[in-house]
T-cell receptor, first 112, second 111 residues
Framework: SAVISQKPSRDICQRGTSLTIQCQVDSQVTMMFWYRQQPGQSLTLIATANQGSEATYESGFVIDKFPISRPNLTFSTLTVSNMSPEDSSIYLC?????????FGPGTRLTVT | DAKTTQPTSMDCAEGRAANLPCNHSTISGNEYVYWYRQIHSQGPQYIIHGLKNNETNEMASLIITEDRKSSTLILPHATLRDTAVYYCIVRVASSRGKLIFGQGTELSVKP
């Protein structure tokens, strides 16, 4: 199995600023993903992080707002840009293993 | 990927079996049924998946009906630590990574 860690675990940010979230996997995974979980809601897939190329975004999510990098097979970052209170959510990273998808503990973001 | 329907919430007595149903009436022949759960303030955790045969592992059993239009996740001896939101997800094996989460079932295990 794979263990996924995220930094920071939580943060409080002012509107208009940006925050970069880091995701580290302890073993190679084929694919990495970023999800958002708004308060009291289920998870929504933001994008697939592709190694060495631009991420693939789901409908409703754009690169200018959520730039993503994946420089190697075990690391990815998600930036939440020009934040507003509506961006207050938990952001989760995941990696696809042979039979299952592993999830990180999430980054709890509060925008004031 | 096919849509799933689950009850919003369920209760279960500690030590009893928890049976969580899921309807996926539009499932295609090449789509698998996956179950994940999310304990409060944690990331989702994989439980089990299957195509058409019943499956069992150390955590749970998955019973899929013969027509594959519904399934049931069984936790044989529920404990308080099984209190979580349980998600039933249908996914084509080739669309790796595309986990589309519904609202899930909030299971409360009570002493």
């Amino acid at each position: 199995s794979a263990v996924i860690s995220q930094k920071p675990s939580r943060d409080i940010c002012q509107r208009g600023t940006s925050l970069t979230i880091q995701c580290q996997v302890d073993s190679q995974v084929t694919m990495m993903f970023w999800y958002r979980q708004q308060p009291g809601q289920s998870l929504t897939l933001i994008a697939t992080a592709n190694q060495g190329s631009e991420a693939t975004y789901e409908s409703g999510f754009v690169i200018d707002k959520f730039p993503i990098s994946r420089p190697n097979l075990t690391f990815s970052t998600l930036t939440v840009s020009n934040m507003s209170p509506e961006d207050s959510s938990i952001y989760l990273c995941s990696g696809e293993g042979p039979d299952e998808q592993y999830f990180g503990p999430g980054t709890r973001l509060t925008v004031t | 990927d096919a849509k799933t329907t689950q009850p919003t919430s369920m209760d279960c007595a500690e030590g009893r079996a928890a049976n969580l149903p899921c309807n996926h009436s539009t499932i295609s022949g090449n789509e698998y049924v996956y179950w994940y759960r999310q304990i409060h303030s944690q990331g989702p955790q994989y439980i089990i998946h299957g195509l058409k045969n019943n499956e069992t592992n150390e955590m749970a059993s998955l019973i899929i009906t013969e027509d594959r239009k519904s399934s049931t996740l069984i936790l044989p001896h529920a404990t308080l630590r099984d209190t979580a939101v349980y998600y039933c997800i249908v996914r084509v094996a080739s669309s790796r990574g595309k986990l589309i989460f519904g609202q899930g079932t909030e299971l409360s295990v009570k002493p």
